[in-house]
């Protein structure tokens, strides 16, 4: 009888030691929470943009990572308008095979696609440039990273131009393409605000 109890009782510390070690582990793996102060930081960093609603809601989601920190924002900022133009362009691929579009939807989705090729280009050159950056290279390397996400908003500019937004195809093409140039827009002005603080 105190052998069947002293087992049970070593199976019951031993479940209390696995439950305990499940809830440290999970609770080491989760994600650093987001502060007030990083979030705050957000908001009023996106405020100087031209789609801070847009700006706030598509970075706020990585408060924890970019803390209080201007080149983590820019950072954060180019690389969710670069996700969000591949996954775009892979979505008008699809529709670009898809039956029953015009002649002359066909041509624009093509120069669109075109156009936001470039555009991914120039965001992914921006990006790997601003993981370069140090203090010996720094204005030459925010000069090149302005001109690069620039040209990447004229090429976003001009596909969305090539929708006339009349047909279903047309209308959910322009709205992504838009989607991407405001989020573009939006990662211009954070690099611009990051580009424009003394780093001597």
Not at 7 to 12: D, G, N, T, V
Request: aromatic share 4%; net charge positive; charged share 20%.
């Amino acid at each position: 009888m105190e052998g069947s109890i002293s087992k049970q009782f070593l199976r019951l510390i031993l479940l209390v030691l696995t439950i305990n070690m499940v809830i440290n582990s999970s609770s080491a793996t989760r994600p650093i929470a987001a502060s007030k102060t990083s979030t705050d930081f957000i908001k009023k960093s996106c405020s100087s943009t031209t789609y801070p609603t847009l700006c706030f809601s598509s970075l706020a989601n990585q408060a924890s990572l970019i803390q209080t920190s201007p080149k983590l924002l820019a950072h954060a900022a180019l690389n969710v308008t670069l996700s969000t133009a591949k996954t775009t362009s892979a979505m008008m691929v699809q529709l670009s095979k898809s039956s029953g579009m015009k002649t002359r939807e066909v041509g624009a989705m093509q120069d669109c696609l075109e156009e936001l090729s470039d555009s991914v280009y120039e965001l992914r050159r921006s990006i790997a440039e601003m993981g370069q950056i140090d203090s010996s290279n720094y204005k030459l390397t925010m000069s090149d990273i302005q001109t690069w996400v620039s040209a990447a908003l004229t090429d976003e500019t001009t596909c969305s131009d090539d929708f006339d937004g009349k047909t279903k195809n047309g209308k959910v093409v322009r709205e992504r393409i838009l989607n991407i140039s405001h989020l573009t827009s939006n990662a211009l002005a954070l690099i611009n605000r990051y580009a424009s603080l003394d780093h001597a």
